[in-house]
């Protein structure tokens, strides 16, 4: 469990810290309107390995055994292939994004609040799967989304998957939620002990809640609002604002807000509920009625990567059944393969979290950055991209 807490701050750090998508230029206008991403090749064939290979990764995914002698898929890579891995930790998405423009990095583990950054910014190339042979067992469920392809052209592997899920305290908020209703409720009887995630990136968190309840806005897709979908949404959070005790940002001050009974309900990862649980705190979470946001994660290859050929063999090992399950296990998500769950210490990992439930995860709505070409393909409007949510949140809190 402690290597649970130190690996999951390192993630939170990362996951939390959501950026922009203006100013990255590169994509040019497609037929009909709209963007395409700049044309970049893909690698037609594997050769022999580089000797390295850069990476640029969340805390907790590219483990050598440093943190601890158990938890290591690195140094077996290496011994394997003959590259040595270099990794930099990227602390928020911008950084990453940053860090890849430079061209020293061969591939990085984008959130999906970056990855389109980097697909329309012309920074990281189509992957060619069929050099990936891990890559047919990867969960379809995580194949060729919005976050991770464009036109169905994959743009990366998947790593690992999450839902943004409702926590609360069973001893006061009774009968048990099974709404996101008890956090947007204006006359909660919980007034001042709601939490909600803080980042612009909740007002999808928003949008998924009016898309059942509203549904005369006719929101497709909570990361496309037009200006009238997104006026709805800020209004739902400006409303739930006078409800909020606090917003969180850091898990481990979630974690005791619940266990004070500060706090009684609101956001939170499954991880955070293992950890709260752990610390004898009452709470449980689910997935409500209405579904949830969530977060995918992708390794992408650097158009400029220097070492393709052993970048394509780290993105081959990093969703074997074997890595995938430590990286998972370690960090605290999902894998991406689905053989990985026969490989991981805990038997009830997967079960956990949910990795073989498609039925699941099909009303999660995965971070991916909103963008001014609408991404539920509308072509008659525009709208608000991830500057805009950024502006709106400041408002939002006031």
């Known amino acids: 469990m402690k290597k649970v807490r130190i690996l999951t701050a390192i993630a939170a750090a990362g996951l939390l810290a959501l950026a922009g998508c203006g100013g990255d230029g590169g994509g040019t206008p497609a037929p009909g309107g709209g ?53 930099k930790i990227g602390n928020t998405s911008d950084e990453m994004v940053t860090l890849m423009k ?33 890559y047919k067992d990867v969960f379809d469920g995580l194949k060729n989304k919005a976050w991770n392809a464009i036109d169905g052209v994959p743009y990366g592997v998947p790593h690992g998957r999450g839902a943004n899920l409702l926590m609360y305290r069973t001893d006061v908020v009774t009968p048990a939620p099974t709404s996101w209703s008890v956090v947007f409720d204006a006359n909660s009887p919980h007034k001042g002990k709601v939490t909600a995630y803080d980042s612009p990136i909740y007002i999808a968190d928003a949008a998924v809640y009016l898309m059942t309840h509203k549904p005369e806005l006719n929101i497709k ?33 979630e974690i005791q807000a619940f266990k004070s009974g500060d706090t009684v309900v609101g956001t939170t990862w499954q991880v955070i509920t293992n950890l709260a649980k752990a610390d004898k705190a009452p709470v449980e979470a689910i997935l409500p009625s209405e579904g949830s946001t969530g ?33 998972a296990e370690w960090f605290g998500e999902a894998p991406s393969n689905k053989l990985a769950c026969a490989k991981t210490a805990d ?10 439930d498609e039925a699941y995860f099909s009303k999660v709505w995965y971070w991916t950055t909103p963008i001014e070409q609408c991404l539920d393909g ?8 991830y500057s805009a949510w950024t502006q709106a949140w400041t408002t939002i809190k006031g």
């Open 35 to 87: 963007l395409k991403p700049p044309e970049r090749t893909k690698l037609a064939a594997l050769g022999t390995g580089e000797g390295q290979v850069n990476l640029v990764a969340w805390g907790g995914y590219v483990e050598d055994g440093s943190n601890d002698p158990k938890v290591d898929w690195v140094t077996g890579f290496e011994q394997a292939t003959g590259c040595q891995v270099n990794v």
């Open 102 to 134: 430079t061209g020293e990095y061969d591939a990085v583990s984008a959130s999906g609040d970056a990855s389109l950054r980097l697909i329309y910014g012309g920074d990281v190339a189509p992957v060619n799967t069929d050099l990936i042979p891990n």
């Open 221 to 253: 897709n909570p990361y496309a609002l037009d200006d009238t979908q997104f006026q709805a949404a800020i209004d739902l959070l400006k409303q739930q604002n006078t409800v909020i005790g606090e917003y969180w940002s850091d898990f481990t001050k």
């Open 295 to 327: 977060w995918s994660d992708t390794w992408m290859i650097s158009d400029k990567a220097k070492h393709p050929n052993c970048a394509y063999m780290w993105m081959n090992h990093i969703i074997s059944p074997e890595a995938n399950a430590g990286v």
């Open 347 to 356: 038997k009830n990992h997967c079960t956990t979290f949910h990795a073989e």
């Open 378 to 385: 509308r072509t008659d409007v525009k709208c608000k991209d």
